[in-house]
């Protein structure tokens, strides 16, 4: 990602509306819009139950 450095500074734009992107940066935010668009787990929680469901 371009300027990746720069975006890595500035809050989501989404921060104060989307609970999930509080506290996150605008680089967070997109490679989280990405995780969420290929079905990557979230959470650790999530991760556990990914691969319990694998077995």
Do not use: C
């Not at 609970?19 to 290929?38: C, F, I, Q």
Request: proline share 4%; charged share 35%.
């Amino acid at each position: 990602m371009r300027n990746s450095e720069n975006i890595d500074q500035i809050e989501s734009v989404d921060a104060d509306k989307v609970p999930e992107e509080k506290g996150l940066t605008l680089y967070d935010s997109a490679l989280r819009a990405e995780w969420v668009a290929n079905v990557f787990p979230q959470t650790h929680f999530d991760w556990e139950e990914t691969e319990r469901q694998k077995i």
